[in-house]
């Protein structure tokens, strides 16, 4: 894929304005090859409808967001995360998404053994993987950036997902997100490490300075802090050819405009920055 | 020091209400044999004045904080800082401080360079660190939360602090604050390796769920999701045996209240959960 075919419009980015029919819409009029819808939005307007639109407007699901969440307190609740995440595998194929991003989970509630809580990870994702398996859905762990581990996802660098992956085998990978990983001295490393076979997504946006808001003040990519050429350039060098979402939570100025305006701006800003 | 002794204000826990001499007398009421002075109370109450009350009220300096803040964005302006530094040493020599605190400074203005930000601060270090050396003062890096990494310190894990501390050599160790590093999967590994005599500095406070402000919404111990008992046991394994600093920033909460409450509150969960 030359790369102005590579972006893709995870279906965030545009959550406040647009449902997910109405992104994938947006996606193709801006040019766009990929999609990626989150399932609050496909529980929304239906998974047929969702299909449907990818196939009318000619987009692909570059992965179908999220699952995940495993750690719970009680053994009841764990395999009711898992057995959503079967349900997920079936949503991902029904729309031909190869790859399903796991956001982990993070500390059960009232606990504070974070490597109980990893641990749990672990065995929620071994159960689900002979079914991934089987149904040729990727299983791409998100580490998610150390602010995020009591609340949302206790797996927080590429290192600890690789190694996750190293004990999980085939059928596994990771999704690299520019906003979790940039500050990593280790990063490029585990870029090379993880290779093109286990690299399932590259996510982009910015960090700005300052963050106001620890979850949703992301920035437009070239508006923050992060290098995101170097990254780009690791992740080629690693052997990743595949879409690049651009997913920007951005609660008081991204989801505030025209999403017609700022799917242009980043398909701009990707063929500039990126 | 049995375990009540080994209980240290950092005087940033009560800095809304008290100056650093108020901070330092708060101690000694307390019961507590240790504060930490900033080097703003330090500013405005005066260096005479500082060490006149710890030696007053029988308290010693734990610590002093804080020196750093190596990256900018011109050389003249990167020896300014060392210069800072320098008198920083003079003034924990004046109140008898063995360890100043570097909190090292994140990106220059502009900058998206990280790893240049982070060369910044070795060439720093290493420009300060003979007249610490002959000075007697040890040099404490801090590694940093990753969330504060474009704008306060580059140096965000304690892996990373160690093998600075590792190619920069003795006079160098570490401070290990529970809220930069609770989440690091390696944690217990990192503290073994810096060993009893690069454990400089153990810092003590929560991470709150939900954490409302980046910088200034960190929680009581006992009021969080860090296990507190845990890492703390990991610090005696590897043979601390220092003071232990509480140090917590709360611009809605604790530093409202009372601080002679605020005080009698973290001894008490200090002995508690610690």
Redesign the interface.
Known sequence: MDDPNRLSLNLATTRMRWGGTEGIAGAARAGLRWAAPWRDQIAKDGLAEIARALNDHGVAASSLCRGGMFPAESAAKRQAAIDDNRRALDQARAIDAQVLVLVVGG?PPG????AGA?AMVEDGIAALLPEARAKGVALAIEPL???Y???RA?I??LG?ALDLCDRLGPGTGVAVDVYHV????DLERQIMRAGAARLLGFHICD?L???RD?LLDRGMMGD????LARIRRWMDQAGYDGPIEVEIFSAENWWQRDPDQVVAIAKQRFLEVV
């Open positions: 500390l606990s504070k053994d974070i990893r950036h150390p602010m581990a009591a609340d206790c927080n660098t600890q940039w500050w990593d001295p960090w300075v300052p963050t620890m923050g802090v992060i290098d």
